[in-house]
């Protein structure tokens, strides 16, 4: 008899382990999935076209429930089918609605949720977050029946959520806590280009802001007060100022978790029946947000799972994209520096066009693009691999192709 296999969560990371499993052990499992959405898997990180109304929910679905069937997998999606306990001695899990199913190994990909300023006002009609499928819905409808809407929160999230409710005809604030958008991913130089570049889509920017209270009017959100008495309308406000793993189901069955849920190099839990992946684990001391590790977790976890056993995943550094149309931005590694570092800079402000390069021991520590980011793969590649960039320094700034030509003509003279 196959052993059986469940999965708890059918978003990013759960889904890329199933495609990963059908590839390296499709028959080794009998393969139960639980999902909290009343769909098959769709593509997350589309969300934000799928808000400004360039995709449908058709376009951005990955694998169906036709899918799920085909390839013999059980899915049970929506919200009565939430697993609301493990029990980890019986070996089983139970849904809200009752369902139980048995496991032999069991894998924990419960995502995480949208962190919500914890202020007055925060339950009022009209405060949302931008996370789900759901949210999309809500939201375009308040864009429908509203005008003035503030997002609290410029990092990814927020403005490809502040650029979908403008694409939509809202007028749109951007209220964050730092002087430059995506502070976290860019640098001063970058985050002033990409403000301006913003600002003229017509987005508004209230930075460096102290948000205190959310203002109501008959139980619906008319406005933002701040620490230094002013005062935003806003009809609708989407709160994207960070995520939290949910770890509770981990927590409430006796599995070891801190700020996520720990696992090893191995993705595996303390209880070596159980598995995690994705937002909800913490590894090494890190947690997990962008796309790139739960891709790379899902790799490692189904060389384990068809009983491979040799890969070990660690944490590379992610590079940061923005899925604005028409606005190139990169950044990954250390892009700011210290005084032990070198730093190679590009700036033409006509082109809007900013790039830089952070050297250490002669390997690139990080790297910084604006309005020019076609060699973000190459730089990516250089920081992951540690070259040593000793004989291509003068032509790193300038990309792959040169750095090629130059290492093919020093292997030449050494013939």
């Not at 969560?9 to 499993?21: P, R």
């Not at 809200?96 to 069991?106: H, N, P, Q, S």
């Not at 770890?247 to 006796?254: D, P, R, T, V």
């Not at 720990?262 to 947690?287: F, K, M, N, W």
Request: aromatic share 6%; charged share 25%; with cysteine.
């Amino acid at each position: 008899m196959k052993s059986k296999l469940v999965i708890i969560g059918n978003g990013m990371a759960g889904a890329k382990l199933l495609e990963e499993l059908m590839v390296s052990c499709p028959q080794q499992y009998d393969i139960t999935v639980f999902g909290d959405e009343p769909y098959g898997h769709y593509n997350r990180i589309m969300l934000s076209p799928l808000l400004a109304g360039e995709k449908t929910l058709d376009d951005i679905m990955v694998m169906d429930r036709v899918w799920y069937e085909r390839h013999g997998i059980v899915l049970y999606a929506g919200a009565e089918k939430a697993i609301v306990r493990i029990d980890r001695l019986r070996k089983q899990v139970t849904a809200k609605d009752g369902t139980v199913t048995a496991y032999d190994r069991l894998v924990i990909a419960t995502g995480s949720r949208p962190f919500i300023l914890p202020i007055p006002g925060c339950d009022l009609e009209g405060v949302m977050s931008f996370r789900d499928v759901a949210d999309v819905e809500n939201m375009i409808a308040a864009a429908n029946e509203h005008k003035k809407a503030a997002v609290i929160g410029a990092g990814l999230l927020g403005l490809e959520a502040a650029m979908g409710l403008k694409d939509r005809g809202m007028e749109v604030t951007v209220i964050h806590n730092s002087d430059i958008p995506l502070n976290r991913q860019l640098d001063q130089t970058a985050g002033e280009f990409l403000k301006d570049e913003l600002l003229s889509r017509g987005l508004k920017f209230k930075m460096n802001a102290d948000t205190q209270t959310l203002v109501g009017d008959n139980d619906r959100v008319r406005g933002i007060e701040f620490g230094d008495g002013s005062f935003v309308e806003a009809d609708l406000v989407i709160m994207a100022i960070g995520i939290k793993p949910n770890i509770e189901l981990a927590q409430s069955c006796g599995l070891l978790c801190e700020r996520g849920i720990i696992v090893s190099d191995t993705l595996q839990t303390y209880d070596p029946s159980i598995y995690a992946l994705g937002e909800c684990i913490q590894h090494r001391g890190d947690t997990f947000g962008l796309v790139a590790p739960l891709y790379d977790q899902a790799k490692v976890l189904a060389n384990h799972l068809s009983e491979h056993g040799v890969a070990q995943y660690q944490t590379l550094p992610t590079a940061t994209k923005l899925k604005v149309t028409g606005i190139h931005l990169f950044s990954v590694g250390d892009f700011i520096g210290d005084d032990d570092c070198e730093f190679l800079i590009y700036r033409d402000d006509s082109a809007g066009i900013y790039k830089k390069l952070v050297l250490k021991n002669n390997r690139l520590a990080g790297a910084v693009l604006y309005g020019a980011t076609e060699e973000g793969a190459f730089y990516n590649e250089l920081l992951d691999n540690k070259t040593d960039l000793v004989d291509i320094r003068p032509f790193v700034m300038f990309g792959r192709a040169l750095c090629e030509n130059r290492l093919a003509e020093l292997s030449t003279v050494n013939e």
